[in-house]
């Protein structure tokens, strides 16, 4: 069984708006349009949205009309406490779970299946995109440190999608050690478990900053039915 855990409890402070997640984007919120797509997967069996609770029942008017067993839980301090929560929410009977950010509404059914394909053979897999850029790194934010190699390089997105023992197991080391990290992945890194690349294709961009809002609704209007 697979589940989908849906982080939409952070408040967007970089898009310089009350709230991003809630933003109206091609005739609705960008959160609904992310819970449409998983809704709609037929790789996914039940969603677990993580949610501030002062929202609870907005969200709860957002999930009418959707097809699939949903639960709402709390967010926590950090992104890590909110997939924890989300989690521990997750029935005994799923054995996979990918998790999304609320604010990237444009993954496809054939991306996200294709994380729980990879997940299933590797334990752990996460959507992502060449870097195509070329790319410097710089130690103080004025000068040029060195040249890194872009061919070696990949932008990470979501869905990053689990055996949910092993994502379970790389948080549960996140938390004994006290670390705040902000992707999925990286716990799996500090525990030694390897992460298979998922390469999207298509276009899946996260609303971090308006001019993101403009990409999003041609890419949301485009996929809506006529």
Not at 35 to 54: K, S, Y
Not at 197 to 218: F, G, H, M, Q, W
Request: aromatic fraction near 4%; charged fraction near 25%; glycine fraction near 8%.
């Amino acid at each position: 069984m697979n589940a989908a855990i849906i982080v939409a409890a952070g408040k967007g402070t970089r898009m310089g708006t009350p709230d991003k997640l809630l933003m109206d984007i091609a005739g609705r919120p960008v959160v609904a349009h992310t819970w449409a797509r998983f809704d709609a997967c037929g790789a996914i069996n039940e969603i677990v949205l993580v949610v501030r609770p002062e929202q609870e029942g907005l969200f709860r008017k957002l999930g009418q009309g959707m097809r699939k067993p949903f639960k709402l839980v709390p967010g926590g301090k950090e992104r890590q406490d909110s997939v924890w929560n989300g989690l521990e929410a997750l029935s005994p009977a799923v054995k996979f779970v990918a998790i999304q950010d609320g604010a990237r509404p444009c993954a496809t059914d054939n991306l996200i299946e294709a994380t729980f394909t990879a997940a299933k053979q590797s334990g752990a897999a996460v959507a992502a995109q060449r870097v195509t850029d070329t790319v410097k790194e710089s130690t103080d934010g004025q000068r040029i440190t060195r040249h890194l190699n872009r061919s070696q390089l990949w932008a990470m997105q979501t869905p990053q999608t689990f055996r949910v023992e092993v994502i379970r197991r790389a948080l549960a080391a996140v938390r004994e050690k006290g670390l705040v990290l902000t992707d999925d992945t990286a716990a799996c890194e500090l525990i030694g478990q390897p992460v298979t690349l998922v390469e999207s294709k298509d276009p899946n961009p996260k609303l971090t900053y308006p001019e993101d809002a403009v990409i999003i609704e041609r890419l949301l209007a485009g996929a809506l039915p006529k």
